[in-house]
Every structure is written in structure tokens, then in C-alpha cells.
């Protein structure tokens, strides 16, 4: 029996659990690169790599495991880890305006991996890409402006348009990397093969 072939008693393979472990280590240190360059947070919005790492997470896993990784990578980090962006970490971080963007990361990756498991050519991951990056924002922006609404500190004039404003910075990086993510998963899931869990 292979390693590959071992059923965890949640009916997951082992080798599905070392993906699953992998991503979400991925998006922990994704989460954090503005601790090493502090200028790339925008209106307190840190720019990360953790929307590219949430696609792939999709696009190479699949719908139901790529969810589940960033299942883990949020409820680790709630759970106290300092894995969320500036290390931040524990149950209060529901309450940052930016967790939306925590809680979108699953709903991304199952949508990316929805649809190339549905159309698995080289058009359809980076459609699936984009798509998933743009529920991101989607998501992300309207909770964090919500948030600053009804329970954070708002800063001075902040506005619907501001919130979006806020986000403008870091699209062109997104766009470039989610066009990335689907060129580099579709061809890496070639290569590797990964067998999605269904």
C-alpha cells in the first residue's frame, strides 16, 4: 500500500493531508511578506501573496481540498497561531475589517477548483483564476467596509468609494498573478498529476 493510498479516518489520503498542510503553510507565509517590505499596506490593507496562493490552492487541489486547506489556514490562525497578515492571530481577529478577506480565501479556491474540474483546458484555469480573484475582492471589500460601518474605527471621509479605492493598488498585481496561477496550474497539474478529492 502505498503512501498515497493510506485513508485517514476522515476518508482523506495521506498524501491529500500533505497538500492540505502545504497550502496552508503556503498562504501563512504568503500572509506575512509586508513584514519584510512594510510599505506594501495601502489604507491599511496589506498587499500579499495570499489571493494567488488561494487560486493555486483551487486550481491544483481542486474544489473540495483546495477549500479545506484555507479552512485550516483560518482556523489555525483563529485558534491563536500569529499566521494572518502582521502575525496577527486569535479569535479576535474576526473583528479586523480586513477578515473578510480571510473567510473569501475558501470561497475562492472552491470556485477556481469547481471550474477546471468542470473545463480543465489552459483558458479555463485562468478564467477560473480571475473569476476566483474577483470574488476575492468582491467579498473582501464590501466585509471590510461593512466592518469599518458598524464596528471598527472608520478613518477620516472613509466611504464605499474609498474602500474600493483602497484596492485599486494591488489589482494589477492580483490580475498578473492570477493569469500566473492558471498557466502555472494548469501545467503543473499535469506534471504532478494531483488527484483531486471529490
Given at each position: 500500500m502505498t503512501t498515497a493510498s493510506v485513508k485517514t479516518k476522515s476518508g482523506m489520503s495521506a498524501l491529500s493531508l500533505v497538500y492540505?498542510?502545504?497550502?496552508a503553510a503556503l498562504m501563512m507565509i504568503g500572509a506575512n511578506i509586508t513584514?519584510?517590505?512594510p510599505f506594501l499596506v495601502i489604507g491599511g490593507v496589506p498587499i500579499t501573496l495570499?489571493?494567488?496562493?488561494?487560486v493555486l490552492a483551487g486550481l491544483l487541489l481542486g474544489?473540495?481540498?483546495g477549500a479545506t486547506a484555507m479552512t485550516v489556514?483560518?482556523?489555525?490562525?483563529?485558534a491563536g497561531a500569529p499566521v494572518f497578515s502582521k502575525f496577527q492571530g486569535g479569535f479576535g481577529a474576526i473583528l479586523l475589517p480586513t477578515f473578510g478577506f480571510i473567510v473569501s480565501f475558501i470561497i475562492v479556491a472552491y470556485i477556481a477548483g469547481k471550474i477546471v474540474e468542470k473545463y480543465g483546458g489552459l483558458r479555463s484555469y485562468i478564467v477560473a483564476a480571475l473569476v476566483a480573484m474577483s470574488v476575492n475582492y468582491l467579498f473582501g471589500?464590501?466585509?471590510m467596509y461593512a466592518a469599518y460601518?458598524?464596528?471598527a474605527a472608520a478613518p477620516d471621509a472613509f466611504s464605499y468609494k474609498v474602500a474600493w479605492a483602497w484596492m485599486i493598488p494591488p489589482l494589477p498585481k492580483d490580475i498578473f498573478l492570477s493569469?500566473?496561477?492558471g498557466i502555472f496550474g494548469h501545467r503543473m497539474y499535469k506534471v504532478l498529476k494531483v488527484r483531486r478529492a471529490h
Open positions: 492540505c498542510g502545504m497550502f513584514s519584510f517590505v495570499q489571493t494567488f496562493f488561494a474544489s473540495r481540498l489556514y483560518m482556523i489555525v490562525g483563529l471589500t464590501n466585509w460601518k458598524l464596528w493569469v500566473l496561477a
